[in-house]
Nanobody, 124 residues
Framework: VQLVESGGGLVQAGGSLRLSCLVS????????TGWFRQAPGKEREVVAA????????YYADSVKGRFTISIDNAKNTVYLQMDSLKREDTAVYYC??????????????????WGQGTQVTVSS
């Protein structure tokens, strides 16, 4: 199973980006997935997570109301729409997938597969 993120970049505060994560090589339609981020000198933290059907989602308090996670099973892709970006959102963003499970998952060690990461930089 391979995960490839795209969509990162440099954006001004208040702007928007949409991250995409293409999942290949497995049964994507049954995978819970999540987005994590890691800023310099900080631990990796969960940003958003979604169950395999897309019917249940989780958002960290810091992004609630600004970020939206979604899945397109036909395209084997999970998205993270990021609006009203703030400087503190600057980080490397990673998508992750778990092979089994009916819920969403919040801990990095609960995921089996990871993408390579994409840099998001928000300037003031």
């Amino acid at each position: 199973v391979q995960l490839v993120e795209s969509g990162g970049g440099l954006v001004q505060a208040g702007g928007s980006l949409r991250l995409s994560c293409l999942v290949s090589g497995g049964g994507f339609s049954s995978y819970p997935t999540g987005w994590f981020r890691q800023a310099p000198g900080k631990e990796r933290e969960v940003v958003a997570a979604i169950n395999w059907s897309g019917g249940s989602t989780y958002y960290a308090d810091s992004v609630k109301g600004r970020f939206t996670i979604s899945i397109d099973n036909a395209k084997n892709t999970v998205y993270l729409q990021m609006d009203s970006l703030k400087r503190e959102d600057t980080a490397v963003y990673y998508c992750a997938a778990r092979q089994l499970g009916g819920n969403y998952y919040l801990s990095a060690n609960e995921y089996d597969y990871w993408g390579q990461g994409t840099q998001v930089t928000v300037s003031s």
